[in-house]
Structures are given as C-alpha cells and as structure tokens.
C-alpha cells in the first residue's frame, strides 16, 4: 500500500500542487488529493510552497588552490628525482604493449584458462607497469 502511494505521488510531481488534503474515505480509508475533501472529510491538509528560481544568475565561487608548506631542505634531498617525459613515455608505451599482450593471450585461451594462465599474464603486466624488477 505504501509503495502504490509512493508511486502515485512520485508521478503527480509534476503537478506542483500547492496544498495537499488526506481524506476519509466512505469504505474507512484514506485518499490524499490536491482538491479540498468533502464536508467532514478531511483528516489533515499541508500547504506546500511553490519553489521559485531566483532570476539572478548564481555566481560559483572558484576554488581555491591548496595551500603548499615548506618543504625542509633535508627531505627535498631525500626524495629521487623524477625522470624525464620521454622515459615515462616509453615507460607507458612498453605497460600498454604488457596489456595488449594479455589481452590477446586471454582472447586465444578462451574459456580454457586456468587460474596459472591468469596468473603468470598478470604478473607481466604487474612486473612492466609497477616497475617492478627494474634497477
């Protein structure tokens, strides 16, 4: 029952009724309508009010950035240095290649894969995209 009620107000949302009357019905139940009930009828009324956009365009704030501390010179001496874009690139060029490479060998293998299959394709990819095994 409640969920036919749920149902029966989620499609009359778009009326936008502006006052909402529970009624008494002749059988001992309840109805809930826009229009006010009969004499004697009514068991509880809401006024809803009408939501009206404002016409002035709202201005969104810009975000700020996040503030950076200090780093102390000791830990900027500890951390490594990154490597230059074209190392990274290869780097995920040869990670994309270990992919493809998986994908195919799984595509060949179809349902017959076993679970060493799946293992021994994804330790490949883990070991060229995690750098793993690289000095």
Known sequence: MRICLFVLLMLAWPAAAQSVHKCADSRGGHSYQSQPCAQGEALKSWDIPVYAPSTTPATVPKPRAPRRTATPASQRAATAPRRPAASRDS???????????RDSALQKLGNQRRYDDLRRLNERVSAVCNHRGRQ
């Not at 780097?91 to 490479?101: G, P, V, Y």
Request: with cysteine; aromatic share 0%.
């Open 91 to 101: 780097q995920h060029a040869r990670c994309l290649a270990a992919r493809a490479s």
